[in-house]
């Protein structure tokens, strides 16, 4: 079995709306979605929990038996933040910026792909195949960082949404 490390090959882009098909997203939805790898500060935390359980015993049945209910999730990204240098005003245009912009949207529907499989970004576009996952969260409030030695970030911790696919596969295909 080929080991990987993890380093350079997670991916989190963005869709304005909710793709077709969640479970089954096309090469071309995934490209036309807005990328804020480059914006998002090592570790990425955005994943499925344990989900809900609820009591399921039959009444001939041992003991207290449980099955899973609904998924949970959770998103809390750390976003690098980018002055420009002759104002030290916020670049609304950097990476950055439009990343906290677009997760720090308090209370709005974010549509995310992530993307942790063996392809390095160097490795070009994701293809027919690759698998990801896909959360639907709700913006939080961007606050600052406590434990900031080196950089200026803001943290943002969202909510879960209306649905989540896990191990969803690329396909070919508009």
């Not at 939805?29 to 399921?56: C, M, N």
């Not at 104002?87 to 720090?104: C, N, V």
Request: a negative charge; one cysteine or more.
């Amino acid at each position: 079995m080929t080991q990987f490390i993890k380093d350079g090959n997670e991916r989190v882009v963005v869709f304005d709306t909710r793709p077709a098909d969640p479970a089954a997203i096309t090469v071309t939805e995934w490209s036309g979605a807005t990328d804020h790898s480059g914006a998002i500060v090592k570790p990425l935390d955005i994943d499925f929990d344990d989900p809900a359980t609820f009591a399921f015993a039959v009444i001939n049945a041992l003991g207290n038996g449980q099955r899973p209910g609904k998924d949970n999730w959770h998103a809390n990204v750390r976003i690098a933040r980018d002055f420009d240098p002759g104002t030290q005003q916020p670049d609304a245009t950097s990476d950055f910026e439009i990343a906290l912009d677009t997760f720090g949207a308090k209370g709005e529907t974010i549509r995310v792909g992530v993307y942790r499989g063996p392809k390095i970004v160097t490795d070009g576009a994701l293809e027919a195949g690759d698998e990801y996952d896909y959360f639907e969260i709700i913006g939080g409030r961007a606050k600052s960082v406590a434990d900031e030695e080196t950089y200026i970030a803001k943290d943002v911790t969202c909510l879960p949404g209306d649905y989540a696919v896990s191990r969803g596969v690329l396909v070919s295909g508009v």
